[in-house]
């Protein structure tokens, strides 16, 4: 079955830091683009930041720059997301999403509404 599987989300006080997964089963994540998204309540859903899946460069929202990282570790079938120095307005629930198409830019990957594979969430909550 295909299917990407998020974890690693929690509650977690302001300045703190969490680590997301995405793990792929029943495809390869090597030639897939892979974007962290997330949505707040009451709000859209933005792209956080995306990674392509040609030459491993990557983008962020200007909302989460110097404060988060992602990483791709094909050997694992995994994709990453660091989040450090949190704040209460993170809040939101981070999806996955993985897409076979060949985006020009990871940026243009994040601002894309349909992605061809979607998680199914994993909770983030910033507050002391």
């Known amino acids: 079955q295909v299917q990407l599987a998020e974890s690693g989300g929690g509650l977690v006080q302001p300045g703190g830091s969490l680590r997301l997964s995405c793990a792929a089963s029943?495809?390869?994540?090597?030639?897939?683009?892979i974007g962290w998204f997330r949505q707040a309540p009451g709000k859209e859903r933005e792209g956080v930041s995306c990674i392509s899946s040609s030459d491993g460069s990557t983008y962020l929202a200007d909302s989460v720059k110097g404060r988060f990282t992602i990483s791709r570790d094909n050997a694992n079938n995994t994709v990453y997301l660091q989040m450090n120095s949190l704040k209460p307005e993170d809040t939101a629930v981070y999806y996955c999403?993985?897409?076979?198409?060949?985006?020009?830019?990871?940026?243009?990957?994040?601002?894309?509404?349909?992605?061809?594979?979607w998680g199914q969430g994993t909770l983030v909550t910033v507050s002391s």
């Open positions: 999403a993985a897409d076979a198409r060949p985006f020009t830019t990871p940026q243009a990957m994040c601002r894309v509404k349909y992605l061809g594979l």
């Open positions: 029943g495809f390869t994540l090597d030639y897939y683009a």
